[in-house]
Every structure is written in C-alpha cells, then in structure tokens.
C-alpha cells in the first residue's frame, strides 16, 4: 500500500503527521482486502479546490474534501484506488471553527476521503451513520475522539 501525498510547497504537514495518515489508510486498505492499492493525496488551495468543486459538482464554493474514485479499468492496470483532495486553508479553518485539533481533522478527513473512494456516501441518512460509523471506528485505533460529539 502506498499513499502519495502530493504537496505545493514542502513541510505542509510533519512527518509525524504523514506516518500516522499511511497507517490510517493502510488499515481501511486493509479491511477492504485492497492493501495493493495506492492512494494519492493532494493539499490543495482554496482557488484550486473551488475549481475543482466547480468542475466535478458543480457548485461554485470551497469544501474541506473531495474524492475522485479511479475506474475499475484503471484500478486493475495501475493499482491506484483514486485521488483525494482537501484544501488546507478550509481545513485549518474548519478546524479552528469547530475546536479541533488539527492534525486530528486532517485524520478525519482522509479516513472520509478514503471511505467515498471504496463507494460510502453521505447522502441519505442510512449511508450517512454507517460511514461516519466507519470513520469513528478508524479514528479510535489513533485515539481521536468521534468528531461527530465533539
């Protein structure tokens, strides 16, 4: 398994960071019985995120995630499961907003990323409690309290 984390300017993240991430989606790889596959991540800005948004969905705002699963096709020929993006400054924003501490939201954010690429959505509310069941179960192996209480 191998997570490619693609960033525009280095040391956006601390090393400790990116090992506690590689771990977080090797377990998910793992449970999926994916653990071949390779996941790349990009740290985006907001204007790239808005257009990314834009050009995907549709809507003209910033987001905090976005997961762009690959094509079975794909998947097969290059072992890579798909990309996420998250924007860094939404997230920092987001959250300081919301109390909490960074790199755990970081965590939160790739586990949701990750989950939406093996197909989980959030857009009724059956499929909403069982990913957010998924990402709470992931966050409590790297002792991250359920970021849905807090």
Do not use: W
């Not at 300017?9 to 790889?29: A, R």
């Not at 003209?60 to 290059?78: C, G, R, Y």
């Not at 996420?84 to 755990?104: G, H, Q, V, Y």
């Amino acid at each position: 398994m191998s997570l490619n984390i693609i960033q525009d300017h280095p040391n956006q993240l601390s090393e400790t960071l990116i090992d506690q991430l590689s771990l977080l989606v090797s377990h998910i790889l793992h449970d999926y019985k994916n653990s071949d596959l390779e996941i790349n991540l990009k740290l985006v800005s907001s204007d790239e995120m808005v257009s990314l948004n834009q050009t995907y969905r549709n809507k003209t705002k910033d987001t905090n995630v976005l997961s762009f699963p690959a094509d079975p096709e794909v998947i097969q020929m290059s072992k890579e499961l798909g990309d996420i993006a998250i924007c860094l400054p939404f997230m920092r924003s987001e959250a300081k907003t919301l109390n909490r501490n960074l790199d755990d939201h970081m965590m939160h954010l790739v586990a949701h990323g990750v989950l939406h690429l093996f197909g989980h959505d959030h857009i009724d509310e059956k499929d909403a409690n069982l990913m957010e069941s998924h990402e709470i179960s992931y966050l409590k192996k790297f002792n991250i309290a359920n970021p849905y209480t807090l």
